[in-house]
């Protein structure tokens, strides 16, 4: 890796965009079976830094760009203290862009959204297993080259994987898009102390599979119109005028080949007209025929090669640091997400070599809410546990309570639930 290089595409925008309100930090954890061993873990990651030097980086300000570094600082590892997914902040994490956590048996990883995203980090965090486990002299059978990839050194690790397929892309007229500046906003009072209050739940994956193929769609469609039908409970007549609109953050490396470790994802989005009393089975047709004319390759790549080309314009290019910075903060803070009720984000299925897997409890996913998106909903399976946490600024449950109690009426099997109990004095 050279010493400095461009953000990504997507990773420019994230910097304008940061505040203690947006923090735009995610989280992707591992809880093992046993402790975590600070000593082992720094040792691990004295091993991890030089085969990742992407997430090993600090922000530079050029004329017209962020830019990102190599940092040559100490990085320590550190026992978690505050909520998760809070903003990186120089007094705590020191001038890099990520952080590593432990608490219990959990292993965190959270890092700001401008170097990585979710299947970046999870192939970090494999490799930190990895070398963890080796530290405290487990026998692993599998070679750490064959378990994730580690080129982040290479070209292909810090590829910009949205300028390669933008250049690929012949002209194409996308899916029209979805009409949301009208959306219904989930509202509430903060919690206290503010900060980030989670509730997670946990269930058979097999379960929910078989009830996603029995009603017709994928699990994702399954969970995303339990939300809309979960949020629809509590409306009244009064407030059915505003639809319900979902985002789904969409991993591009499964429609386009990249072993990039930088940000590789794109966003669609998905409209239901709320109704009294909605049923399910209509929900689910509305948003399968939804996902067919947006979640395909044709589409998708057309969506690079149009964020790519608004990035790439000469007068954006060329317009100095600064002004383009309050220019994009000014934006979001107007616009951004106002027009989404919710961001249901799905990492997927986590897999592991048997012998790796045998000292690992389960995953968790947890992105992070905003002032105007103030509960996000995260969705990560391994083995048979379906790990799903919802991230929320405000105290009231009910879209919460809603959600779990219809899923567990219709799998018929219990759901474990835990949460970090922050700010419900």
């Not at 600070?38 to 300000?61: D, G, M």
């Not at 040559?72 to 001038?95: K, M, N, V, W």
């Not at 909903?377 to 309570?401: A, Y």
């Amino acid at each position: 890796m050279d010493d400095w290089y461009q953000l990504d595409n997507t990773g420019k925008v994230f910097p304008a965009t940061a505040s203690k309100q947006n923090s735009n930090v995610f989280r992707v954890a591992v809880l093992m079976k046993a402790p975590i061993d600070p000593q082992w873990l720094q040792q691990a990651i004295t091993i991890v830094r030089p085969k990742f030097p992407v997430f090993f980086v600090r922000l530079r300000k050029g004329l017209f760009w962020n830019y990102i570094e190599s940092n040559p600082h100490d990085f320590q590892s550190r026992p978690e203290t505050l909520y998760p997914t809070t903003e990186i902040a120089s007094e705590y994490d020191g001038p890099f862009l990520m952080r590593i956590l432990y608490s219990g048996s959990r292993l965190s990883l959270e890092c700001e959204h401008a170097i990585t995203d979710g299947m970046g980090a999870l192939s970090f965090l494999k490799a930190l297993i990895y070398y963890y486990l080796q530290q405290g002299k487990t026998t692993l059978a599998t070679p750490a080259n064959e378990l994730v990839n580690i080129s982040g050194s290479g070209i292909d690790g810090i590829e910009d994987s949205y300028l390669k397929y933008a250049k690929m892309t012949p002209k194409f007229k996308p899916a029209a898009p979805v009409e949301t500046s009208n959306a219904y906003k989930l509202k509430g009072r903060p919690l206290n102390p503010v900060g980030h209050n989670v509730i997670t739940g946990v269930l058979s994956a097999a379960a929910v599979n078989r009830l996603a193929h029995a009603k017709g769609t994928t699990v994702t469609g399954l969970l995303t119109a339990l939300l809309m039908q979960a949020i629809t409970q509590d409306l009244d007549a009064t407030q059915l005028h505003r639809p319900i609109v979902i985002v789904l953050p969409v991993n591009l490396r499964a429609y386009f080949p990249s072993t990039t470790l930088r940000n590789f994802f794109g966003s669609i989005t998905l409209t239901w007209q709320p109704q009294l009393n909605p049923d399910l089975a209509t929900i689910i047709t509305s948003l399968s025929q939804q996902l067919q004319n947006q979640l395909n390759a044709a589409n998708l790549r057309q969506m690079i090669a149009s964020n790519v080309s608004l990035a790439r314009n000469k007068f954006v290019r060329f317009v100095p640091l600064v002004p383009k910075t309050l220019i994009v903060r000014t934006g979001f803070r107007m616009g951004g997400n106002k027009s989404t009720t919710l961001t249901f984000s799905n990492l997927g299925v986590v897999k592991l070599p048997a012998d790796m897997a045998a000292a690992v409890a389960n995953f968790e996913f947890v992105a992070y809410p905003s002032q105007t998106n103030p509960v996000v909903c995260n969705l990560v399976t391994f083995q048979d546990q379906l790990t799903l946490s919802f991230n929320r600024r405000i105290l009231e449950p009910t879209l919460i309570r809603n959600f779990f109690a219809e899923l567990k009426r219709l799998v018929h099997t219990d759901i474990l639930i835990y949460s970090n109990d922050w700010g419900l004095k």
